[in-house]
């Protein structure tokens, strides 16, 4: 009430902006903390009002996430290891010694995870404690999950909006499988064109949200 007194006053000054920020942040930071302890959100980092609450949520329930912040870039390991419990895969538990050749850095909890994408076909890099691409993501869901609802040839027109898969070669058609799908429709920056971003690096909140959307197709 005081600052906005102050504003129709004309009076405000850059003490009482900044003020008022710390105010709202030390209200946000008391309601997520509240919110935590009362159940309504399974993290103590995950606010209601952020974009990917809800896939974070999801990837809770369904026992997908693994330990790091939602800002962080998704690690190959971690990612691997959310796109496999969300696809079903309930051995997630335990060490392994490594058996992926092409493998030669990967933290011993993902281990097993490493080994069963190996035997199953699945690519992988070979330092799995670097970031994943968006690419290598939408090609391990795709393998897993050959099964969705909806057909790669269902939606053309928001495949053939994308302009920076043309170099993709036979990877062109896990971007149709899943933008046909719902599940990963890249950005729109002009309305009109839209970018996939193949090679950039994947968020863990970004992958939560395109699991929830996985999920949300593979239950129709």
């Not at 499988?177 to 890249?186: E, F, H, Q, R, W």
């Not at 950005?187 to 959307?213: H, M, N, Q, W």
Request: glycine share 6%; aromatic share 10%; with cysteine.
């Amino acid at each position: 009430n005081a600052f906005i007194a102050a504003c129709k006053a004309r009076e405000v000054t850059q003490t009482d902006i900044d003020s008022f920020f710390r105010s709202i942040a030390d209200v946000e930071a008391a309601n997520l903390r509240e919110s935590y302890r009362r159940g309504i959100t399974p993290f103590p980092d995950l606010a209601t009002n952020v974009w990917y609450f809800s896939g974070g949520q999801y990837a809770h329930r369904v026992g997908a996430m693994t330990q790091g912040r939602w800002p962080e870039n998704a690690l190959a390991q971690d990612a691997l290891l959310m796109v496999l419990r969300a696809s079903g895969w309930t051995n997630a538990t335990g060490e392994c010694e490594l058996n992926a050749p092409s493998v030669r850095s990967v933290s011993s909890y993902a281990t097993c995870a490493v080994n069963y994408a190996h035997e199953k076909g699945l690519p992988l890099q070979e330092n799995m404690q670097e970031p994943v691409s968006r690419i290598r993501v939408a090609e391990w869901i795709t393998l897993l999950n050959p099964n969705l609802s909806a057909r790669a040839d269902s939606n053309l027109e928001l495949f053939n909006s994308f302009v920076d898969i043309k170099d993709l070669g036979n990877a062109q058609r896990f971007v149709a499988y899943l933008s046909a799908n719902g599940v990963m429709v890249g950005d729109s920056l002009d309305g009109k064109a839209r970018y996939f971003r193949p090679d950039a690096s994947l968020t863990r909140a970004a992958l939560a949200v395109i699991l929830e959307k996985l999920g949300q197709v593979k239950a129709l």
